[in-house]
C-alpha cells in the first residue's frame, strides 16, 4: 500500500488521505467524519420527511378531480374542487415565458460571450448588472410589474403581465446558464471555422451554438421550472382570487399553481389544507420532473472538449 | 454599434468580415445588443417603479422617521412609519436560518467533496440540486401544518410559540437555504487543487486536519459567497414568512416565539389586500421595496467579489 501506485490509478484526490488515515486514526477523526455524515443524513432525511408528509396529507386529493374541477371559496362545495383554472393558468404563463425569456436570454449571452469586448466598461457593467438581477428579491419583480406593466404601460392584472415578470425574473438564469455553456466551446472549434472563411454569424450559428445546446438546454429548463415554483411576484400582480375560469387570451384574468396553493392556505379551514397538499404534489411533480430533465441532460449530453 | 473594435479572441473573425461583409451579420448584431439591453432596462425598471412612489412617501414621512423609527402602524389609526420593527423581524428569521442552514451545509458539503466516494457524490450532488428546485410555497406550507405543530408538542413547557411564528419561519427557511448553501460550497472545495491536499497529507495530516486547516481555508471565499447568497435569499424570501411568520409587526421585537411581519411579508400583505392606490400605506410598500431592494444589493454586491476571488485563485 504505497503512496505512488495508489497516486497513479486512482485519480480520486481523497484516496491518498484514506490510506493514511487507515494506519493513524484517531477518536476525533472519527467522531468529526460522523458529524460530516449526520449533517448530510439530517439535510436529506428532513427533506424527504417534510416532501413525504405533504404526499400523505394530501393523498385524498390525490385524483382526476385535481385537474378536472375549478377551484372554490364555497366549504361546502370542496368536495368537487381541484385547480383546473391554476394548472391552465401555469401552463399558459410558461409557455409565453419559455417564449419571451429563452430568445432574449440566449441572444444576451451570445453577445456577452462573442460579440463583447470585456475590457469595456459598458460591457462590465452589463456583467455586473446581471449579476445582480440574479439576486434582486422576487416580490421585488412583483412590484416592477405593479408599478411599470400592469400600471404605466397599461397592462393590468394579466396573464401577459405575468409572463413578462416572471420572465425578467430568470433572464440571468438564462444567460448565465448560456454563457457557462458557449464558454466551455473551445476557441479552436471557432478559428477552424474562420479559417474555411466562415463569418461571425456563421461560426456562431452553425458551429458554437449546436455545441452549447446542452447546456443551454439545462438551463433554460431550470429557469422555467423555477418560474413555474414562484409565488410571490404574482401575489403583488392580483393573482390572490379565487378564479374559476381558464385564461382565453392574454389578457385574460388568472391565477397560477403557487398561487392557488397560497390562497387555499390563507383559509382555516381543514380541508382546505389537504387540497393545498394535493396541488402542492401536482406542483412538486411539474417542477422535480423538469429539474430531473436538466440535471440529466447535463450529466448525459454536456460535451467535454 | 456595428463598427465596434475587434474584441479579444475574436481578431480572426473581425479581419475576414471586413473584406465580405454580410447584411445578416450586422442585423444579428444590433438584435444581440438590443436583447442584452433588456437587463439594463430591467434595472432601471425596478428602481423607476421603487423611487418613483417612494419620493411621494418621504415627503409625507422624514427619512430619518422611515429609518429609525421602532413603531410601524400603517393600519391602525394612530399611524406610525418606522421600519425598525420589520427589519427587526427580518433579521430574527435570517439569524435562526443561518443557524441551521450554515453548519447543516457546510457539513454536507464537506463529507461530499472529502469523504464521500465517487459513487456516493455523483448520486447525491444532483438530488441536492434537485432539491434546491423545490418551491417556497411548499416550505411555508410545511412550517405551518407540520413544523409547527410539531413544535407545540414537543415543546418542553412554559409559554408556547404562537400559531405563527419567527422561530418555525426561520426553521423552514434554514431547510430551504441547506441545499444552496451545500451545492456551492461544494463547488468551491472540489475546485481546490489536489497538490494542497497532498502537500498537507505529505506532512503527516490527518483527514481531519486536512479538510478544517487546509481545503476549508482555501475554499472560503467560495463558502462565504454561499453563505452570504444564502442570506440574501433568506433576507429576500417571501412566502414562507408571509405564510408562517405572522401578518402584524406594530412593535420591535426580538422574541422568535411571537409572529411578526418581515419586510418582504408586509409588501406581500398589503399589496394582495384592497389598499387604495396613492394613499400613503400604498407608498410604504414601495418604500420598504426600496429598502430591502438597497440591502439585497450590498448582500450580491459582496457575494460576487468572493465568487470572482475564488474564480481568481484556482481557474
Redesign the interface.
Known amino acids: 500500500m504505497s503512496a505512488p501506485t495508489i497516486?497513479t490509478t486512482r485519480p480520486?484526490?481523497?484516496a491518498?488521505?484514506?490510506a493514511?488515515?487507515q494506519r493513524?486514526?484517531?477518536p476525533?477523526?472519527l467522531a468529526?467524519?460522523l458529524?460530516?455524515?449526520?449533517?448530510?443524513l439530517?439535510?436529506?432525511g428532513?427533506?424527504t420527511a417534510?416532501?413525504a408528509?405533504?404526499l400523505v396529507?394530501g393523498w385524498n386529493r390525490l385524483d382526476s378531480r385535481l385537474w378536472t374541477e375549478m377551484p372554490t371559496g364555497l366549504v361546502s362545495r370542496l368536495d368537487t374542487a381541484g385547480v383546473q383554472s391554476a394548472l391552465v393558468g401555469t401552463l399558459w404563463i410558461i409557455s409565453l415565458v419559455a417564449v419571451i425569456c429563452l430568445?432574449?436570454?440566449i441572444?444576451?449571452a451570445?453577445?456577452?460571450e462573442?460579440?463583447?469586448?470585456?475590457?469595456r466598461w459598458y460591457n462590465r457593467?452589463?456583467e455586473?448588472?446581471?449579476?445582480?438581477?440574479?439576486?434582486?428579491?422576487?416580490?421585488?419583480?412583483?412590484?416592477?410589474g405593479?408599478?411599470?406593466i400592469a400600471?404605466t404601460l397599461g397592462l393590468g392584472f394579466t396573464v401577459i403581465t405575468a409572463a413578462i415578470v416572471l420572465s425578467?425574473l430568470v433572464?440571468?438564469v438564462v444567460?448565465i446558464a448560456t454563457r457557462e455553456a458557449i464558454r466551455a466551446v473551445p476557441?479552436s472549434i471557432?478559428?477552424a471555422s474562420?479559417?474555411l472563411?466562415a463569418?461571425?454569424?456563421q461560426?456562431v450559428s452553425r458551429q458554437v451554438l449546436p455545441s452549447a445546446v446542452p447546456g443551454i438546454a439545462t438551463g433554460s429548463i431550470?429557469a422555467l421550472?423555477?418560474a413555474?415554483?414562484?409565488?410571490?411576484p404574482l401575489?403583488?400582480l392580483?393573482a390572490?382570487t379565487f378564479i374559476t375560469f381558464n385564461p382565453d387570451g392574454l389578457d385574460s384574468r388568472y391565477t397560477a399553481l403557487?398561487i392557488q396553493?397560497?390562497t387555499f392556505?390563507?383559509r382555516s379551514q381543514a380541508e382546505y389544507?389537504e387540497l393545498?397538499?394535493g396541488a402542492?404534489v401536482l406542483?412538486?411533480a411539474i417542477?422535480?420532473a423538469m429539474?430531473?430533465i436538466a440535471?440529466f441532460v447535463r450529466?448525459r449530453f454536456e460535451k467535454r472538449w | 454599434m456595428t463598427t465596434?473594435?475587434p474584441?479579444?479572441?475574436?481578431a480572426?473573425?473581425?479581419a475576414?468580415?471586413r473584406g465580405?461583409r454580410?447584411p445578416?451579420?450586422s442585423t444579428?448584431?444590433v438584435?444581440?445588443?438590443?436583447?442584452?439591453l433588456?437587463?439594463?432596462a430591467?434595472?432601471v425598471?425596478?428602481v423607476?417603479?421603487?423611487v418613483?412612489?417612494a419620493i411621494g412617501f418621504f415627503q409625507q414621512v422624514s427619512i430619518v422617521e422611515f429609518l429609525t423609527g421602532t413603531s410601524w402602524t400603517p393600519t391602525f389609526a394612530q399611524k406610525a412609519y418606522g421600519v425598525l420593527p420589520l427589519v427587526a423581524a427580518t433579521v430574527v428569521v435570517t439569524v435562526i436560518a443561518l443557524l441551521i442552514a450554515v453548519?447543516?451545509?457546510?457539513?454536507?458539503a464537506?463529507?461530499?467533496s472529502?469523504?464521500?466516494?465517487?459513487r456516493t457524490r455523483k448520486v447525491?450532488k444532483?438530488?441536492?440540486?434537485?432539491?434546491a428546485?423545490?418551491?417556497?410555497?411548499?416550505y411555508?406550507?410545511?412550517a405551518?401544518?407540520?413544523?409547527n405543530p410539531l413544535l407545540q408538542d414537543i415543546w418542553p413547557g412554559g409559554r408556547k410559540p404562537a400559531f405563527q411564528n419567527l422561530l418555525i419561519a426561520g426553521i423552514a427557511m434554514g431547510?430551504m437555504i441547506?441545499?444552496t448553501i451545500?451545492s456551492i460550497s461544494e463547488d468551491s472545495m472540489s475546485s481546490v487543487p489536489?497538490s494542497l491536499?497532498?502537500g498537507a497529507?505529505a506532512l503527516?495530516s490527518?483527514?481531519?486536519q486536512?479538510?478544517?486547516r487546509v481545503v476549508v481555508p482555501a475554499a472560503i471565499s467560495g463558502i462565504v459567497a454561499a453563505v452570504v447568497?444564502g442570506i440574501?435569499r433568506a433576507?429576500?424570501?417571501?412566502?414562507i414568512v408571509?405564510?408562517a411568520g405572522g401578518l402584524v409587526s406594530d412593535k420591535v421585537t426580538f422574541d422568535p416565539l411571537e409572529g411578526a411581519a418581515t419586510m418582504?411579508a408586509f409588501?406581500?400583505n398589503v399589496?394582495?389586500g384592497d389598499i387604495p392606490?396613492g394613499s400613503l400605506d400604498y407608498d410604504s410598500?414601495?418604500a420598504v421595496?426600496a429598502l430591502?431592494?438597497l440591502i439585497?444589493?450590498a448582500?450580491?454586491?459582496v457575494?460576487?467579489r468572493m465568487v470572482r476571488r475564488f474564480r481568481e485563485v484556482y481557474e
Open positions: 497516486t480520486e484526490h481523497s491518498p488521505g484514506s493514511l488515515t493513524r486514526s484517531r476525533g477523526e468529526f467524519r458529524a460530516m455524515q449526520a449533517c448530510l439530517i439535510a436529506f428532513v427533506l417534510l416532501l408528509w405533504v396529507k430568445p432574449i436570454g441572444f444576451s451570445i453577445y456577452l462573442e460579440y463583447a469586448d470585456s475590457n457593467l452589463l455586473l448588472n446581471i449579476q445582480n438581477l440574479a439576486g434582486v428579491p422576487s416580490i421585488i419583480f412583483g412590484i416592477l405593479l408599478g411599470i400600471r425578467l433572464l440571468p444567460i476557441q471557432r478559428q474562420y479559417a472563411g463569418t461571425k454569424w461560426t431550470l421550472s423555477r413555474i415554483g414562484e409565488a410571490a401575489i403583488v392580483g390572490v403557487p396553493i397560497y392556505i390563507t389544507a393545498a397538499a402542492i406542483l412538486l417542477v422535480l429539474n430531473s440535471i450529466n | 465596434s473594435t474584441s479579444a479572441g475574436s480572426a473573425g473581425n475576414l468580415r465580405r454580410r445578416v451579420d444579428v448584431k438584435l444581440l445588443v438590443a436583447a442584452a433588456v437587463s439594463i430591467t434595472t425598471g425596478i423607476i417603479a421603487l418613483q412612489p453548519p447543516i451545509g457546510l457539513g454536507s464537506i463529507y461530499l472529502e469523504y464521500a466516494n465517487r447525491l444532483p438530488i441536492i440540486e434537485l432539491l428546485g423545490v418551491p417556497t410555497v411548499v411555508g406550507f410545511v405551518l401544518f407540520a413544523l431547510i441547506v441545499p451545500a489536489r491536499r497532498e497529507y503527516a490527518t483527514k481531519m486536512v479538510s478544517t447568497l440574501s433576507v429576500g424570501e417571501t412566502m408571509t405564510i418582504t409588501i406581500a399589496s394582495s392606490v410598500v414601495f421595496g430591502l431592494f439585497t444589493f448582500l450580491n454586491a457575494s460576487i
